[in-house]
């Protein structure tokens, strides 16, 4: 199920949140067991086979965390880890990357095996690394080993971040899964913040696609239309991800749970290395903690350090998705960032602001582009457009879309800045002097927030593109 | 409990309540006019439809289809669109006249399906032409050509002088060319040949059509006039598909004509089959889809019949929806009119094809592109 569904909010939405809201708040397992219950639907929605994929990851974890809780030795318990690992990387391995590999050693052995076509189960690159986190964790000791089944379902299959995110960790929800309870403060901000993820989502996203989509099926394009085709993707993948990680956090806070921010704007960067320390950032953290900290992180000198980033950036492409054009996005990141490292950064630091913009949004719009064909060759061709390969500057693809898509485009990039939480501030500072200006403001932001609901709902219905692109992940 | 917290939890509970409850009370729809289509009903639950995903795919088309207010959403997101500058909803241009009008860009225009079937219909010029039967081939440019001065700016269209180069090529003398005759002309004479809110031509439209065709043919056409033929009025309360891609209710009628002749003729029509008095399906002019007042739609093969042609001759039209009210005007000439739509005819159509006196392909030219036509016989691929 996706959130920009009318089942989800038409039916599921209402139907959780009644029985959820029902349980009284001391029954917190009961609570739990809703959530859990509700949860295995919102999976299964579409297709029910998998919901055994995952219930078996579920069991997996959750023995080996408390044999390795109980492990005498250091020794058996780092065998219970690995045996760990390579269960849910063997999982994780088979159900993503099989296909992927069949076809590389067909290609470059020219055999022919047939590809298994195994469909991705929805969600399994996250819940996956929730898991794995959690295994780590409590190998390290960071955290207790989980004996309430029920929670540690719950915290693996919470519909809110089941299928595309944040990537929670167990670090995080440990104490709101044992005892957490409903605040109307809370509720309210879950509501902001889900209305805000759902107009990202269905009125940006959605709507800024059909000039990628109508751009990228051209074999001949001007550089303008090109730049604005690639510019557009830009901010669909912008908004449909952090919309959707707005969502999450929004219902994870109506339920009680405090899920860390996902998105901070990454647009405004001045560079590479900050962009990735504001775009999924729950991902990018993930990586830094178990697999650049343990590879030695900058602890074992320059060159072994360079070494972890490559390994880093290889694995962060590959998780996107089994094929080479993510690699390659991977691999594209990760030289930027390693040449950032070395001499860039105290470089940019000279020149004026304006111009480490250009050069981090030039970058960043560049790496969309193959990450969003699927083919390399393709890829190529269109960034050489990009530059010129089809030998026009302007076209009427670039014009049309320019004045038709123009106040969309705006919108969307004073979207992706801090202006609209300033200007919203601003309004509520100007409203804080007004007699009843709890009132007033919010009837203003209900005008505001159902207003948004109305307009989605309306696009919705419709019925333009829908799927949440970060599905195949 | 802050008082602000309290009015957004409850607009908010007040919205999804509105939305769940007013579409569960809202009877459902069965067929909606607009859209031309059953609406999907209550999904079935059954093991089988859950382990398939049907039920959750058809429980998302019932929600959507059955919404509370659904018409009202959908032209109120055309009118959003329009009001920020968006000129093209549902695959359609909104023009600066106001008129609608298809949107067929060059990466949607299915050129190897097109060259096909340009192929195709040359192979069966051959075959006709051993036989000495005189075959001819009318493409109906696409109303973006005719309308082209008011199209939005800078709009995208298919390469159509590319379309028609292609069929010059190919058919060379038996293209019967409507270039001349409908694009270019001026904006008032222009914005007569299409609907304003239909894909189809009008009855002017179609008279052009008409015209040109027995041009094509060496008769004297100098002295038909649009006139001559008393074009009588079906309806003016035609609001066609176009209008209900994007529901927008500013867009006004179009009038429905059809030639006086016409409606006088005596006649018998065989549809798939079934025998009718007349052409004119007037039941369809209170439907929605009023155009199909002419022969109540399309079917694989339809028979005409004149008592008191005007010639002996037989002809045979493979044609798309546009021939429905093209056909008409050439009534009284022949003394069989057979037509076959490509769609739904599955027979040998050039075994047929060897049966009649003249052999016309009409098409709106965008539409050859649409399907797989096989025209010659002995070379389905």
Same mark, same amino acid.
């Given at each position: 199920m996706v959130f920009s569904s009318n089942v989800f909010l038409m039916v599921f939405l209402p139907v959780t949140l009644l029985i959820y809201f029902l349980v009284p708040e001391r029954y917190l397992r009961g609570r739990n067991c809703v959530l859990l219950a509700a949860s295995l639907?919102?999976?299964?929605?579409? *297709?029910?086979?998998?919901?055994?994929?995952?219930?078996?990851?579920?069991?997996?974890?959750?023995?080996?965390? @408390?044999?390795?809780?109980?492990?005498s030795t250091v020794k058996q318990s780092r065998l219970l =880890?690995? =045996?760990?690992?390579?269960?849910?990387?063997g999982i994780l391995g088979f159900f993503k990357y099989t296909d992927f590999m069949i076809d590389t050693v067909n290609g470059i052995l020219g055999g022919a095996l047939s590809p298994l076509n195994i469909a991705l189960p929805i969600g399994i690159s996250?819940?996956?690394?929730?898991?794995?986190?959690?295994?780590?964790?409590?190998?390290?000791?960071?955290?207790?080993?989980?004996?309430?089944?029920?929670?540690?379902?719950?915290?693996?299959?919470?519909?809110?971040?089941?299928?595309?995110?944040?990537?929670?960790?167990?670090?995080?929800? *440990?104490?709101?899964?044992?005892?957490?309870?409903?605040?109307?403060?809370?509720?309210?901000?879950?509501?902001?913040?889900?209305?805000?993820?759902?107009?990202k989502k269905v009125l940006l996203a959605n709507q800024i696609y059909v000039v990628w989509k109508e751009i990228a099926v051209n074999d001949q394009l001007s550089v303008a239309a090109a730049w604005l085709g690639?510019?557009?993707?830009?901010?669909?993948?912008?908004?449909?991800?952090?919309?959707?990680?707005?969502?999450?956090?929004? @219902?994870?806070?109506?339920?009680?749970?405090?899920?860390?921010?996902?998105?901070n704007y990454p647009y405004i960067s001045r560079s590479i290395t900050e962009f990735w320390r504001r775009w999924h950032m729950s991902l990018s953290s993930w990586f830094k903690e178990y697999v650049y900290v343990p590879l030695g992180g900058n602890r074992k000198g320059f060159k072994r350090q360079i070494l972890n980033i490559a390994i880093v950036w290889a694995l962060t492409g590959l998780w996107h998705g089994a094929s080479w054009n993510f690699v390659a996005w991977g691999v594209y990141f990760g030289i930027i960032l390693i040449i950032e490292k070395l001499w860039l950064l105290k470089t940019l630091d000279k020149l004026p602001v304006v111009f480490r913009h250009v050069y981090s949004l030039i970058l960043i719009v560049i790496g969309w582009v193959i990450f969003a064909i699927d083919d390399l060759g393709q890829v190529g061709t269109y960034v050489s457009m990009m530059f010129g390969a089809g030998g026009m500057l302007t076209d009427d693809a670039f014009f049309y879309f320019l004045q038709t898509r123009g106040w969309l485009l705006l919108i969307c990039i004073v979207g992706s800045t801090q202006l609209p939480a300033k200007a919203a501030s601003w309004v509520c500072g100007k409203l804080a002097a007004a007699d009843q200006q709890e009132v007033i403001s919010g009837i203003a932001e209900a005008v505001v927030l159902v207003g948004i609901m109305v307009v989605s709902i309306a696009f919705l219905v419709s019925g333009s593109y829908n799927p949440f692109l970060y599905f195949r992940f | 409990?802050?008082?602000?917290?309290?009015?957004?939890?409850?607009?908010?509970?007040?919205?999804?309540?509105?939305?769940?409850?007013?579409? @569960?009370?809202?009877?459902?729809?069965?067929?909606?006019?607009? *859209?031309?289509?059953?609406?999907?009903?209550?999904?079935?639950?059954?093991?089988?439809?859950? @382990?398939?995903?049907?039920?959750?795919?058809?429980?998302e088309d019932y929600l959507t289809d059955q919404i509370v207010f659904r018409e009202s959403w959908v032209s109120g997101k055309s009118k959003m669109e329009s009001a920020l500058g968006v000129r093209d909803m549902n695959g359609v241009y909104i023009c600066k006249d106001g008129r609608l009008v298809e949107r067929i860009t060059d990466a949607e225009f299915d050129w190897s399906q097109y060259k096909r079937n340009l192929q195709q219909m040359s192979m069966l010029k051959q075959t006709l032409e051993k036989k000495d039967i005189p075959f001819d081939v009318m493409l109906i440019p696409s109303a973006a050509s005719v309308n082209e001065d008011v199209l939005p700016k800078n709009a995208l269209r298919f390469d159509e002088e590319k379309a028609f180069a292609q069929a010059e090529i190919l058919l060379g003398d038996s293209l019967v060319d409507l270039r001349s005759a409908m694009c270019g002309a001026e904006a008032e004479e222009a914005s007569k040949m299409f609907f304003r809110t239909d894909h189809h031509w009008t009855g002017y439209g179609a008279f052009i059509g008409y015209r040109e065709y027995e041009k094509h043919k060496g008769?004297?056409?100098?002295?038909?006039?649009? *006139?001559?033929?008393?074009?009588?009025?079906?309806?003016?309360?035609?609001?066609?598909?176009?209008?209900?891609?994007v529901l927008m209710s500013n867009l006004g009628y179009d009038t429905i004509d059809t030639p006086s002749s016409a409606l006088d003729a005596e006649y018998m029509v065989m549809t798939d089959g079934e025998m009718h008095g007349s052409l004119y399906f007037r039941e369809y002019l209170e439907k929605k889809d009023k155009y199909a007042v002419y022969f109540g739609g399309n079917y694989g093969r339809v028979d005409l019949s004149m008592e008191n042609a005007k010639s002996d001759d037989e002809i045979l039209i493979i044609k798309d929806s546009f021939a429905n009210s093209f056909v008409p005007y050439i009534l009284d000439e022949y003394a069989h009119i057979t037509m076959v739509d490509t769609r739904y005819f599955r027979e040998d159509i050039s075994a047929l094809a060897a049966e009649y006196d003249r052999v016309l392909v009409l098409y709106g030219i965008d539409n050859v592109a649409e399907q797989r036509m096989v025209l010659a016989s002995g070379v389905a691929e």
């Open positions: 639907v919102f999976y299964g929605w579409g *297709e029910p086979k998998y919901i055994f994929v995952m219930l078996l990851s579920i069991l997996f974890n959750y023995i080996l965390a @408390l044999m390795i809780a109980k492990a =880890l690995v =045996l760990n690992v390579a269960g849910n990387l996250f819940y996956t690394f929730q898991t794995m986190s959690y295994v780590i964790d409590v190998y390290w000791g960071k955290v207790k080993a989980q004996k309430d089944l029920i929670a540690f379902a719950c915290y693996v299959t919470l519909f809110p971040q089941l299928i595309a995110g944040p990537i929670v960790r167990y670090s995080d929800v *440990e104490a709101q899964l044992m005892a957490r309870s409903s605040r109307s403060d809370q509720i309210a901000e879950g509501i902001r913040r889900f209305v805000l993820g759902f107009g690639a510019v557009a993707y830009t901010f669909q993948i912008y908004f449909d991800f952090s919309g959707y990680s707005d969502m999450a956090i929004g @219902l994870g806070k109506i339920f009680g749970f405090d899920y860390l921010e996902n998105f | 409990m802050k008082k602000r917290d309290l009015i957004v939890i409850i607009s908010a509970v007040a919205f999804l309540c509105f939305l769940s409850i007013g579409t @569960l009370i809202c009877p459902d729809v069965d067929f909606s006019e607009n *859209e031309n289509r059953y609406m999907q009903g209550v999904p079935v639950l059954s093991v089988q439809n859950l @382990l398939s995903g049907d039920f959750s795919a058809d429980s008769t004297d056409a100098e002295s038909l006039t649009y *006139e001559g033929v008393e074009p009588q009025v079906l309806t003016d309360e035609f609001q066609g598909t176009l209008y209900s891609k």
